[in-house]
């Protein structure tokens, strides 16, 4: 199970930045506790069949990159707009994910996104799906944490 979530999140992934970037150019790897520290961080809850939450990492120079794509606009700080941004990212690979997972017989939601400071949430909690992974591109990396249990 937890290969095929891995598997999920980078094809999915790879989907959105394809369409919505047009980046081709993507490679994944699994994370080896990734942080910066200048990072904004992303928190996807779910609820259903699988509970628990993914959390997107997103550098701040990869945030800024990947809002400069989609808006054609040179922004250069993170704000109220870039945040939207990259959740509404976050949003849809999510949401990609749990269509591929309802294939399989597994009826998941997402919740609307949460912005955290690096490193806060629900660490205390065991999970017995973790896994994670960065996905590099030309624009920088984006790291995954995916911390799902069994309903």
Known sequence: MIDNLYKAFVDATHNVFNLMLDLTD???RP?????CDDEIDIAI????DLS??????????TSLNMVNIM????VEEVDAFVTS???????????NVLMTLSENA????????VQRRAGEGQEDKEYSL????????????VCLEIKLNRA
């Open 26 to 28: 993507i490679h994944d």
């Open 31 to 35: 994370a080896n506790e990734f942080t």
């Open 45 to 48: 809850p779910v609820v259903g």
């Open 52 to 61: 628990g939450e993914v959390v997107y990492r997103f550098p701040v120079t």
């Open 71 to 74: 808006s054609g606009m040179q």
């Open 85 to 95: 941004a990259i959740s509404e990212i976050a949003n849809i690979i999510s949401g």
């Open 106 to 113: 597994l009826t998941c939601d997402i919740l609307p996104p």
């Open 130 to 141: 973790q896994t994670s992974c960065c996905i590099n591109s030309s624009i920088g990396l």
